[in-house]
């Protein structure tokens, strides 16, 4: 299976952007990357999801490296509530008419805010 | 805004009972999946049903797991004789498409507490 790796921790001020980096590079050309958050006491949160091309939302924004073995999620001003554990994914695309290919969580980025 | 709902909350059981856990996924979804996590651990996959059968499970969702569709909305996840290590936090998950595809969104409920005494 395709791993991620991410940083244990990382820390960034209030209002200020905060990129999460992620490594994928054992990624296949059928990945997805997923990133879902978990806030404290709560069930994991969809935050973004992209194949190639960069992506935004109205909660982040996804930048995928050319040959897709990294990304970053950006959080354009991070605020108290964004204190998280943030989860990089890849989901391989097996048989799209048969079934799904769950999500496999690993141990993510904890992210704290500093107000 | 749509949402996944789950009940209990918190379930405290004495070891060797059955536990049923009951969802409601969001109503559109075709998807359905189990996830749990064990206090300080992660989020760890169960089984997903798509089309009224397991489409895949986990080497955790042994013989003592069982989920089943009722009807068209409940979705639930039996233990059927629990043990102290299946104290956890117990998440009901619904996707629209194949989280493989564009519409790969996964929507988590709050999640169900079980405590095993």
């Known amino acids: 299976d395709a791993k991620t790796t991410q940083p244990n921790s990382m820390e960034s001020n209030e209002e200020e952007p905060v990129h999460l980096p992620c490594n994928h590079s054992t990624i296949s050309g059928t990945d997805y990357i997923h990133w879902y958050r978990q806030l404290p006491s709560q069930g994991p949160e969809y935050v973004i999801h992209?194949?190639?091309s960069n992506v935004n939302n109205r909660m982040a924004s996804l930048a995928i490296a050319e040959d897709r073995k990294s990304s970053t999620l950006i959080l354009h001003r991070a605020t108290l509530r964004d204190a998280a554990v943030y989860y990089c994914?890849?989901?391989?695309?097996?048989?799209?008419?048969?079934?799904?290919?769950?999500?496999?969580f690993g141990k993510g980025t904890r992210l704290s805010v500093i107000a | 805004e749509p949402e996944v709902t789950q009940t209990p909350s918190h379930q405290v059981t004495q070891m060797g009972q059955e536990v049923i856990l009951r969802c409601v996924p969001i109503s559109n979804h075709l998807y359905f999946y189990w996830y749990r996590q064990i206090l300080g651990q992660k989020v760890e996959f169960l089984v997903s049903?798509?089309?009224?059968?397991?489409?895949?499970k986990s080497e955790i969702f042994d013989d003592q797991f069982s989920v089943e569709r009722p009807d068209g909305s409940n979705f639930t996840l039996k233990i059927r004789s629990t043990k102290l290590e299946d104290s956890a936090m117990y998440f009901c998950?619904?996707?629209?498409?194949?989280?493989?595809?564009?519409?790969?969104?996964?929507?988590f409920g709050e999640g169900s507490r079980l405590t095993v005494l």
């Open positions: 994914i890849l989901s391989r695309a097996l048989f799209r008419n048969s079934g799904n290919t769950p999500l496999a």
């Open positions: 049903f798509y089309n009224n059968e397991i489409s895949e």
């Open positions: 998950a619904s996707s629209e498409g194949n989280l493989a595809g564009a519409a790969g969104e996964l929507f």
């Open positions: 992209g194949l190639t």
